[in-house]
Antibody
């Protein structure tokens, strides 16, 4: 089964760019059955979808974050990444990476353990 | 954008049946998925395609969906079922994933 692991800085300054990477093991990121995605959860709050993409480049973004978010895939490293620009304190959250399946009815079947990113000077 | 509405909390005694609802406009025409999240842990997929279960999920967990409401049913509730539960759909009209606000299940 797939295993996903997030990595990246735990502290980001306001106005800077948050960058996270998700390493995938137990399967290939080029598997066309899968999409890859990011979800976040502010402390004490619910889940918020950020973005998803296929390895071939089809991308989907949350409308509320679209202007600040980029998701990308590195097939050579079996990883995918998230960049969120111009962060503020409201971007403080646990960030999860996950795999999506479902051929148009996508659900998140495997999740990383999550990484807490705090935005603070 | 599409909105999913869940009750903030549901309480149930051990051994009883818990029902957690997820409301959305004509949600019965979409495919609803459910997740369980325990404190400090990542969400776990419970139900996909309205009522299918991953093999690792006990049969006590079931799902249904019709009209404007989807329901997660937990039979013979155990103390270990105390957690937050989220519904989710992929809105094909806007090509985005949507989560409900989550429901905290308390086992009395």
């Amino acid at each position: 089964q797939l295993q996903l692991q997030e990595s990246g800085p735990g502290l980001v300054k306001p106005s800077e760019t948050l960058s996270l990477t998700c390493s995938v093991s137990g399967g290939s990121i080029t598997n066309s059955d899968y999409y890859w995605g990011w979800i976040r959860q502010p402390p004490g709050k619910g889940l918020e979808w950020i973005a998803s993409m296929s390895y071939s480049g089809t991308t989907y973004y949350s409308p509320s974050l679209k202007s600040r978010v980029t998701i990308s895939v590195d097939t050579s490293k079996n990883q995918f990444s998230l960049k969120l620009t111009s962060v503020t304190a409201s971007d403080t959250a646990v960030y999860y990476c996950a795999s999506l399946v479902g051929g148009g009815w996508y659900w998140f079947d495997y999740w990383g353990q999550g990484t807490l990113v705090t935005v603070s000077s | 954008s599409y909105v999913l509405t869940q009750p903030p909390s549901v309480s149930v005694a051990p051994g009883q049946t818990a029902r957690i609802t997820c409301g959305g406009n004509n949600i019965g025409s979409k495919s609803v998925h459910w997740y369980q999240q325990k404190p400090g842990l990542a969400p776990v997929l419970l139900i996909y395609f309205d009522y299918d279960r991953p093999s690792r999920i006990p049969e006590r967990f079931s799902g249904s969906s019709s009209g404007n409401t989807a329901t997660l049913t937990i039979s013979r509730v155990e103390a270990d079922d105390e957690a937050d539960y989220y519904c989710q759909v992929w809105d094909s009209n806007s090509d985005q994933s949507v989560f409900g606000g989550g429901t905290k299940l308390t086992v009395l």
